[in-house]
């Protein structure tokens, strides 16, 4: 069967607490794809929020967010009573992250103390949680010293607290109750997340994750594992990640992430990443590997320059990488993000191990000669847009009239009807694809007012886009789930 999903952040659902989470709003969605007949819910990654608030720069690449913990399941699970509970910003349509995050937090300290007095209740269960994921330790060390410090940067602690996770010399018992509230978060986040994905799986939708390639410098993944990183005596980065200028950014993206020491991980069997995939296996049905290209070449950017102008790009151990991967983790189910101007070797990288990568159908649409069904290619998971690009709808207000027409025209002669937003994600339906993935702020009609992000910036407006309620959903999803039968893209 041809497949079909959604694109759809946590962090966008509605909800009566100003964030979406894994509450009655994430339950209610799936309901509603279901019932349209989709197949994937694809997500953004939900780890523990960092830098600009954003999904991809996160203090640890598998703790969950607690800031996506449902209060009213808190209530549902006897954590709290439901007196405790009070709406906060419950009609937001941007989310303010701060804000809810401050207010959220004393409910979570409500839910631990509720947990620490009942104790006998959840240990079972709590036991079996820690045994299974050991790195909840050690990232909730890193996030209590973190706090004790003022949220700085771990390059900028005492050595003892620095160096912690390579000497564990050092006693925490002053720490002892914060560190026990961060593995009670994640045990709640991750006991949320799992009722949520089984809910979702029983009605026949997969969960796709998104994994960055990259982690950032002031992170757990770093901090405990150092020695797989480019990073000076006093551990600053000595290089960072980024894209080299292109025709849409003419310094490049200096995104700022330390660079790999891809020798140090061959060396390891690539222990770092085994452990951070097979995690993230467990948790996504399947997953969306961000920035494929950097498994064949990466740009290494000198850390004192501030932009990315200046760089090289470097050879990776692709095919060991991914020797391993498969070996250590046979049935991992993964899809790979292979945009932009790419040298022949990434995609025979690619085909090697017959990896799915993708298209986006606005970067289609930019060229002269517009694309047909016959054009379109099967291998591919095809995209009107992505979180990184513009809404369809925002992207066309952009275009000439002329190259509007021009678009229009062409795909009124294939057949299409309805708005030019709306044929576009017929023509993408209707594609080769074999996986088609639609946004949902495009099945929603939206302008750029629900761009999630725009590369190159950092902080407000980005990831802050949010629905209110359901009721354009609703409505749209009627039409959409005709478009599914009309292009087989669903069974039902």
């Not at 620490?116 to 909730?140: C, I, K, M």
Request: net charge negative; charged share 20%.
């Amino acid at each position: 069967m041809r497949k079909n999903g959604v694109l759809m952040a946590i962090s966008s659902l509605p909800s009566r607490y100003g964030i979406g989470d894994l509450g009655p709003g994430a339950f209610a969605f799936v309901d509603y794809l279901a019932e349209a007949g989709v197949n994937i819910w694809q997500t953004l990654p939900f780890n523990r929020l960092g830098y600009g608030n954003s999904p991809y720069q996160t203090f640890s690449s598998i703790a969950g967010d607690e800031i996506f913990i449902s209060i009213d399941v808190l209530v549902e699970d006897g954590y709290l009573s439901a007196n405790d509970r009070s709406p906060f910003m419950a009609d937001a349509i941007r989310v303010d992250y701060t804000a809810v995050r401050l207010f959220k937090m004393q409910y979570l300290r409500k839910a631990f103390s509720h947990f620490q007095g009942n104790f006998h209740l959840y240990e079972r269960a709590y036991a079996t949680f820690l045994d299974e994921n050991p790195w909840v330790y050690d990232y909730s060390v890193f996030q209590t010293l973190h706090h004790a410090h003022g949220d700085t940067a771990w390059i900028t602690w005492p050595p003892e607290h620095r160096d912690w996770a390579y000497h564990r010399d050092m006693d925490l018992s002053m720490y002892a109750e914060d560190i026990a509230f961060n593995q009670f978060l994640q045990f709640v986040f991750y006991t949320q997340w799992y009722r949520l994905k089984q809910y979702a799986n029983t009605k026949g939708i997969e969960i796709m994750g998104d994994i960055p390639i990259y982690v950032g410098i002031d992170s757990v993944d770093v901090w405990a594992n150092r020695d797989y990183f480019l990073l000076d005596d006093q551990c600053e980065p000595t290089h960072v990640a980024g894209v080299p200028p292109d025709y849409f950014q003419a310094e490049g993206q200096r995104w700022g992430n330390p660079i790999y020491d891809w020798q140090a991980l061959e060396q390891d069997g690539f222990g770092f990443w085994m452990e951070r995939l097979g995690r993230n296996q467990k948790v996504f049905d399947s997953i969306r590997l961000d920035h494929f290209r950097a498994f064949d070449t990466y740009w290494k950017i000198p850390a004192s320059e501030k932009t990315a102008v200046l760089g090289e790009w470097i050879e990776a151990p692709g095919y060991a990488f991914f020797d391993k991967l498969f070996e250590v983790l046979p049935h991992i189910n993964i899809f790979v993000e292979d945009l932009g101007d790419l040298r022949p070797e990434v995609h025979i990288l690619r085909d090697h191990y017959k990896l799915m990568g993708m298209e986006i159908i606005q970067f289609s649409f930019e060229q002269e000669n517009l694309p047909t069904k016959e054009t379109s290619q099967e291998h591919k998971i095809a995209y009107t847009g992505t979180h990184d690009n513009q809404t369809t709808l925002g992207w066309l207000l952009e275009q000439t009239e002329a190259k509007q027409e021009k678009i229009r025209q062409h795909l009124d002669q294939l057949g299409y009807a309805g708005t030019i937003t709306e044929q576009m994600m017929q023509y993408t339906l209707d594609s080769k694809a074999s996986i088609v993935i639609i946004p949902i702020w495009d099945i929603l009609g939206l302008d750029d007012n629900a761009r999630m992000n725009t590369p190159g910036t950092v902080g407000s407006p980005n990831w802050e886009w949010k629905l209110a309620n359901y009721e354009l959903l609703e409505a749209k999803l009627k039409q959409y789930a005709r478009w599914l039968v009309q292009y087989n893209r669903t069974d039902k």
